[in-house]
């Protein structure tokens, strides 16, 4: 791709002067600034001479010597039938020093919130597409059909119309929430109006626009210990009063709770996250009297619904309740694959107006084409057939996987098999912290998460939390077999 650099030149030092004999070193003297201070990243194709000399309005034959001068310094480089393309500075990379500029003073400060988001921030380091096994919450991602999803985009490109390039509604389109509305119906006993639900880009995205619109800073939540950390990180960013309530084998615990009135308790019931416990019927009814009683709301995470509930189903808090003290969210990225960025939440009809406007005036709406492709997918039962080709896949993968693990990895680690969900915890055996083991993995591209991470209170839990269908069996074996080789290293 081209674009007229022209301007760019010319803030490079480029100024067209016919009277200048040598326009030539001045053009390359502009390309060399640019290079070297990136204007022109590495891999940039510069246009070709005779486009590049129409835009600058100067003869063909002195745009080649100076490109000839580029390739002398080794600025450019090229590539036969392809042309001219930007090489890396000789100079050093250039690092923005934020404590710097800080220093120059003159500027505006950070806002309390703003530092509370950046502290709290969890970057992805390199090529996040790499080392897929053993990362949590992915699905079989191999097994999705690819190509029925591209006929239902390319379906949706053939027959759109002008007015579907405008703005899309913030809430999500009427098909997508009328199908999503009888899809939970039959598999999550979820009721609803389609006007209730939201279409958003994931769980993480619904519990940022429900907490904005509910909590003041120093207000009152109640959170699972443990819990999942994206969502503890967002309500410490959040910096509300964060009270945990420990799980045990039933559940959610909330005797010991005291706090005053909470705005609500952030809750993953039909699988808890990591334990995969599923919160029993009677903690259930518990939490929702407790919630009426407490003037509160919950939000319940049913991220991995269709995966634990598939063989003994178990309906949500949201069927249960007669109050509309629950906000429920779910995802379609841990179910299809995470780059979908789909999920939607659905909410009590006081709620729908301010988290909409919320809405409308941040991210503004999802997508249009996933919207309909994801409608048509439900529409078509693609996604019933897909559904249960991932749990058959799943359990198959879980079979392999345990059996490998158990069989190489049983002098390091204990596994819990007990989950429903789509990972595992292993416990770990030797006297080595999981922190330092997730880093050691992670220099592997394997990646697993440590457990004690989950806990919000100080613990002394020492495991991994790890996936265990996102990959096929051979990479599954592969993987388990480089994972003993590390840790005896390790040992060693």
Known sequence: MHFNIKGLLARNGFFLDVKQPQIYVNLYTAFKKAILNRSLETGYQLPPSRVLANDLGISRSTVLKAIDLLLVENYITAKKGSGYFVRAPKNKKIKLNISAIEKKGGYPTLSQKG??????????????????????????????????????????????????LSYCNTIGLECLRKNLAHYLKVYRNVHCHPDQIIITTGSLHSLYLVSNILLEAHDNIVVENPTYPMAYKLFKSLEVKIHAAQVDSEGLNLSKITCHKPKFVYTTPSCQYPTGIKMSMQRRYQLLKWAVKNETFIIEDD?????????????????????????YLGTFNKLIHPSLRLGYMILPQQLVGPVSALYQQSSRFVSRQNQKAMSAFIEKDYLNKHLRKVIDTAKERKDFFVHHFNNTMSDFFSLDTSSEGLHLIAHNKVNMQDIYLEQKFAEHNIKVHALSNYYILPNNVNGLVMGFCSVNPKQIKETILKMSEIMEQLKG
């Open 115 to 164: 530092k509370a988001f950046s502290e709290n921030a969890t970057w992805l380091e390199g090529d996040s597409t790499k080392g897929v096994a053993f990362r949590p919450g992915l699905p079989p991602l191999d097994i999705f059909p690819v190509q029925i999803w591209k006929k239902l985009i390319d379906d949706y490109w053939k027959r759109i119309t002008p007015s579907e």
């Open 303 to 327: 991220y991995n619904h269709e995966f634990s509930n598939w063989e003994k189903p178990l309906g949500s808090l949201y069927g249960m309740d007669t109050q509309e003290r629950v906000i």
